[in-house]
């Protein structure tokens, strides 16, 4: 069946402007998971929904960054006023269930550039 | 704070060499452990994951991990590398009880296997 999509696969953006990045989960999986993998790094927790339940926002870096879900399945994360330091691949990954008991499958990522 | 390291940023090595890539993390309490794949091109994979029972674990791709507990270490190992196995590696940890259900990716280790 499909895997996690993501879209744009690229996002080339000016220093202050706004920026959505969508995720697209496999069918059915409860719980959907951000992160940002910079250059060299590892990656970074973001924010993660699991059901109905209030989302984990625990790794978000800043107030500029916020995380939507809506009706179980697709996702948004909106970076407001992009920084350079936000240059990076954002991955989104989904899990059939809890992450620290399930495999987590990983999206191809949008790597985003801020001029 | 919990942590994830990955003390091997790059290794090379020849075809039929064995790998052994290091884990450690920072905590006390039960863990659940897993190592993720990155090929070139592709997603994240699962390789392994560890959640109790026999601390040596075997994954895809004849890997395999060992969970020392008392060194807070879960080591992968492979026998006899394959070109194919050139890609990035992270070593991620569930900490459960003091952070929920998301997981700690260590940096990452990049593989190269030369023919």
């Known amino acids: 069946g499909a895997g996690v999509s993501q879209s744009p696969s690229n996002k080339v953006t000016e220093k202050g402007k706004d920026v959505e990045l969508r995720c697209d989960p496999i069918s059915g999986h409860t719980a959907l998971y951000w992160y940002r993998q910079s250059l060299g790094q590892g990656l970074e927790f973001l924010i993660y929904f699991q059901g109905n339940s209030a989302p984990d926002k625990s790794g978000l870096p800043s107030d500029r960054f916020s995380a939507e879900r809506t009706g179980g399945s697709v996702s948004t994360l909106t970076i407001q006023r992009t920084q350079q330091e936000d240059s990076a691949v954002y991955l989104c990954a989904s899990s059939p269930g809890l992450a620290g008991l399930n495999e987590q499958f990983f999206g191809p990522g949008t790597r985003l550039t801020v001029l | ?115």
């Open chain 2, 1 to 115: 704070a919990q942590s994830v390291s990955q003390h091997n940023h790059h290794v090379i090595l020849s075809e039929a060499a064995s790998l052994e890539l290091g884990c450690n993390y920072s905590y006390g309490g039960t863990v659940n452990l897993f190592w993720y794949v990155q090929y070139p091109g592709q997603h994240l994979q699962l390789l392994l994951k560890y959640f109790s029972g026999d601390p040596l674990v075997k994954g895809i791709k004849g890997f395999e991990a060992e969970f020392i507990k008392s060194k807070f270490s879960f080591n992968l190992r492979k026998p006899s590398v394959q070109w194919s196995d050139t890609a990035e590696y992270f070593c991620a940890v569930n900490f459960y009880k003091a952070a929920g259900n998301k997981l700690t990716f260590g940096g990452g280790t990049r593989v190269l296997v030369k023919p």
